[in-house]
């Protein structure tokens, strides 16, 4: 008889139902995925951080057992604790008869009644990629540390994602024979191949931008908001005055306006609009590095890092990036949020030494085979045969 596995996340994104559909075809393993914002189910939903409506162009909901659970909030989302409140959740979980479950994140109402409940009855695993990097000083550190380790009480096994989500893990009383690692990941297949259609359309989305073989592209992609601090690649055309560079800041969020009034004298700085998951692999194509210059707060680990190394890009992240020390080592840089001149300086080497981005481009490649959806797999899998 099949292990019955229940997970409980508020909705479908790319970054986890691929990894679930290969879990549920997993030998001698069941699996449902119970979403808890049940309004979710329309895929198209207002994004505010992009500012506008977004809908995924790839499959979320083939290959696995799932439901939508019903959603009682009177303002229902993944934003604030009361947005997320299933009465039926636990029930459902339990008429399932689930031989163990998997919470995303505890900072809903129903998730972290799920942990409390199910502690002691069966496996309680937990999915989450917090860490210590934003952590506040003085007493509200104190307080939240206090209160984290009383919720952390309520889990088994935390399936941590990389190095800072591991010590944030262990400061609030997990012990080491409780954390699995279960890496971020994207399909990294996806991405990679086919490598030549995507590099004709990168082609060609290039001359239309009137791009030419002798520019050097540096890319920013993700929500233009402060977090990520889009302003940083304003600054690092400054300091790259020579007419061959070429920045281009792709997405949408509350900063676009002053991005653009800011960018307006440098006609080397583009911007284009929030692009879709079939996209992304060309975007990245157009672009010879990848920049993700995050300060914080709450960049747990910028898995536009693992897309863009999948694509064989070079990058350049933070310190306040949690997954940079995971994922750039002799591929790119780690620089303190805001270091310009260090920024400059590698792009500077990148564009003027052929065998040095080389080196960078395919160690990219060859690093992010360590993050993947059948790791995730593999581990999740030996852990529960485990248990």
Same mark, same amino acid.
């Given at each position: 008889m099949?292990?019955?596995?229940?997970?409980v996340t508020?909705?479908?994104?790319?970054?986890?139902?691929?990894?679930?559909?290969?879990?549920?075809a997993?030998?001698?393993?069941?699996?449902?995925?119970?979403?808890?914002?049940?309004?979710?189910?329309?895929?198209e939903?207002?994004?505010?951080?992009?500012?506008?409506?977004?809908?995924?162009?790839?499959?979320?909901?083939?290959?696995?057992d799932?439901?939508?659970?019903?959603?009682?909030?009177?303002?229902?989302?993944?934003?604030?604790?009361?947005?997320?409140?299933?009465?039926?959740?636990?029930?459902?979980?339990?008429?399932?008869?689930?031989?163990?479950?998997?919470?995303?994140?505890w900072?809903?109402?129903?998730?972290?009644?799920?942990?409390?409940?199910?502690?002691?009855?069966?496996?309680?695993?937990?999915?989450?990629?917090?860490?210590?990097?934003?952590?506040?000083?003085?007493i509200?550190?104190l307080?939240?540390?206090?209160?984290?380790?009383?919720?952390?009480?309520?889990?088994?096994?935390?399936?941590?994602?990389?190095?800072?989500?591991?010590?944030?893990?262990?400061a609030?009383?997990?012990?080491e024979?409780?954390?699995?690692?279960?890496?971020?990941?994207?399909?990294?297949?996806?991405?990679?191949?086919?490598?030549?259609?995507?590099?004709?359309?990168a082609?060609?989305?290039?001359?239309?931008?009137?791009?030419?073989?002798?520019?050097?592209?540096?890319?920013?992609?993700?929500?233009?908001?402060?977090?990520?601090?889009?302003?940083?690649?304003? $600054?690092?055309?400054?300091? &790259?005055?020579?007419?061959?560079?070429? %920045?281009i800041?792709?997405?949408? +969020? /509350?900063? !676009?306006?002053?991005l653009?009034?800011?960018?307006?004298?440098d006609?080397?700085?583009?911007?284009?609009?929030?692009q879709?998951? $079939?996209?992304m692999?060309v &975007?990245?194509?157009?672009?010879?590095? %990848?920049?993700?210059?995050?300060? +914080? /707060?709450? !960049?747990?680990?910028?898995?536009?890092?693992n897309?863009?190394?999948?694509?064989?890009?070079?990058?350049v992240?933070?310190?306040?990036?949690?997954?940079?020390?995971?994922?750039?080592?002799?591929?790119?840089?780690?620089?303190?949020?805001?270091?310009?001149?260090?920024?400059?300086?590698?792009?500077?080497?990148?564009?003027?030494?052929?065998?040095?981005?080389?080196?960078?481009?395919?160690?990219?490649?060859?690093?992010?085979?360590?993050?993947?959806?059948?790791?995730?797999?593999?581990?999740?899998s030996?852990?529960?045969?485990?248990?």
């Amino acid at each position: 008889m099949a292990d019955r596995l229940a997970i409980v996340t508020t909705h479908p994104i790319q970054y986890n139902a691929p990894w679930f559909k290969l879990l549920a075809a997993e030998p001698g393993l069941s699996i449902k995925v119970f979403y808890t914002w049940e309004q979710s189910q329309k895929n198209e939903k207002y994004d505010p951080g992009f500012g506008k409506v977004i809908g995924w162009d790839i499959p979320l909901l083939e290959g696995y057992d799932y439901t939508f659970v019903k959603n009682i909030a009177p303002q229902p989302g993944s934003h604030h604790f009361k947005g997320i409140d299933n009465p039926t959740l636990i029930s459902e979980i339990e008429q399932w008869d689930a031989d163990s479950v998997l919470v995303f994140g505890w900072p809903f109402k129903s998730h972290l009644a799920c942990l409390r409940h199910f502690k002691g009855k069966i496996p309680v695993l937990f999915r989450g990629d917090s860490t210590l990097l934003d952590e506040q000083q003085g007493i509200k550190k104190l307080l939240r540390r206090m209160f984290l380790r009383y919720v952390y009480r309520h889990i088994d096994y935390a399936l941590y994602v990389g190095t800072n989500n591991k010590a944030y893990f262990r400061a609030h009383g997990l012990k080491e024979n409780q954390l699995c690692h279960v890496p971020h990941a994207i399909d990294n297949d996806r991405f990679s191949q086919p490598d030549d259609k995507y590099t004709i359309d990168a082609d060609a989305w290039r001359a239309e931008l009137q791009l030419t073989d002798d520019n050097f592209v540096l890319l920013f992609a993700g929500k233009l908001e402060a977090k990520k601090d889009p302003s940083f690649m304003l $600054q690092l055309a400054k300091a &790259l005055p020579a007419p061959h560079y070429r %920045f281009i800041i792709a997405g949408n +969020g /509350p900063m !676009e306006q002053q991005l653009k009034e800011a960018a307006a004298h440098d006609k080397r700085i583009i911007f284009i609009d929030f692009q879709n998951q $079939q996209q992304m692999p060309v &975007l990245y194509r157009m672009a010879h590095v %990848f920049i993700l210059p995050s300060k +914080g /707060p709450g !960049e747990t680990w910028g898995l536009a890092i693992n897309e863009a190394m999948a694509c064989g890009r070079p990058i350049v992240s933070t310190t306040l990036t949690g997954g940079a020390i995971d994922l750039i080592n002799n591929n790119g840089i780690i620089i303190e949020p805001g270091d310009i001149k260090a920024t400059a300086g590698y792009i500077t080497q990148l564009a003027s030494d052929k065998g040095i981005y080389a080196k960078a481009a395919a160690a990219s490649k060859q690093q992010v085979k360590e993050f993947s959806f059948s790791k995730i797999v593999n581990n999740i899998s030996s852990l529960l045969k485990s248990i």
